[in-house]
């Protein structure tokens, strides 16, 4: 299996620009998790789906901010608009259940925000 | 909130010691706790899963332990490697809702 799948890799962006951050989970994995990593907060979830319904966006900061997953292998987390303070690394993790099952995780999309 | 402390945040050991990593959560109704190391400009990457009702998970040279009562986890790396030197992260999650809570993790560097 490729395992969990981000793109772009890397984008950096100018303030107010529209950012999508796409994800592919791992065939079979009914759960996915979107993670954002900063030096100052470390690593907080955004917002986690089961079976492509969202569960738990309590840990999506703002309006500015909002995830879609249409099927079963593929998400999506858009900015609108950016702002700098969204400079950070957005992880994408799947797992297999949402209770006790090991998170697998992505690359990651290294987000800059000019 | 549950809060999760890690110490210390860096590390730097000689290659061919054990070596002991610390985990600590204020809320011990956690429904289980994971460690996962993350390598420079990547991922995390599951390591063990230790589950609320377990003591401890054993992997190789890795072994994680759990005492939900003093809301600690150790994670012990037997015979260092060099290849071992990354971040550390532990996360715990409790019985109720689906947040995950993560360490800030500890910085480990084993040298040649």
């Known amino acids: 299996d490729a395992g969990v799948i981000q793109s772009p890799r890397h984008e950096v962006t100018e303030m107010g620009q529209e950012v999508t951050l796409r994800c592919k989970p791992i065939?079979?994995?009914?759960?996915l998790f979107w993670y954002r990593q900063t030096m100052m907060r470390g690593l907080e979830l955004l917002i986690y789906?089961?079976?492509?319904?969202?569960?738990?966006d309590s840990g999506m900061p703002e309006d500015r901010f909002s995830a879609k997953m249409p099927n079963a292998s593929f998400s999506t987390l858009k900015i609108q608009p950016s702002e700098p303070r969204d400079s950070a690394v957005y992880f994408c993790?799947?797992?297999?259940?949402?209770?006790?099952?090991?998170?697998?995780f992505g690359p990651g999309t290294r987000l800059t925000v000019l | 909130k549950q809060e999760v402390t890690q110490i210390p945040a860096a590390l730097s050991v000689p290659e061919g010691e054990n070596l002991v990593l610390n985990c600590s959560f204020t809320?011990?109704?956690?429904?289980?706790l994971q460690w996962f190391r993350q390598d420079p400009g990547k991922g995390l990457t599951s390591l063990l899963l230790?589950?609320?009702?377990?003591r401890e998970q054993t992997s190789g040279r890795l072994n994680a332990s759990l005492d939900k009562s003093s809301g600690r986890s150790t994670l012990y790396i037997a015979a260092s490697q060099p290849g071992d030197s990354a971040t550390y992260l532990c996360?715990?999650?409790?019985?109720?809702?689906?947040?995950?809570?993560f360490g800030t993790g500890t910085s480990l560097t084993v040298i040649p």
């Open positions: 993790a799947s797992s297999a259940g949402h209770t006790t099952d090991t998170q697998y």
């Open positions: 065939s079979g994995h009914n759960s």
């Open positions: 789906f089961n079976n492509n319904v969202p569960i738990d």
């Open positions: 809320d011990s109704a956690i429904y289980n």
């Open positions: 230790i589950q609320s009702s377990q």
């Open positions: 996360a715990v999650r409790l019985n109720t809702g689906n947040q995950f809570y």
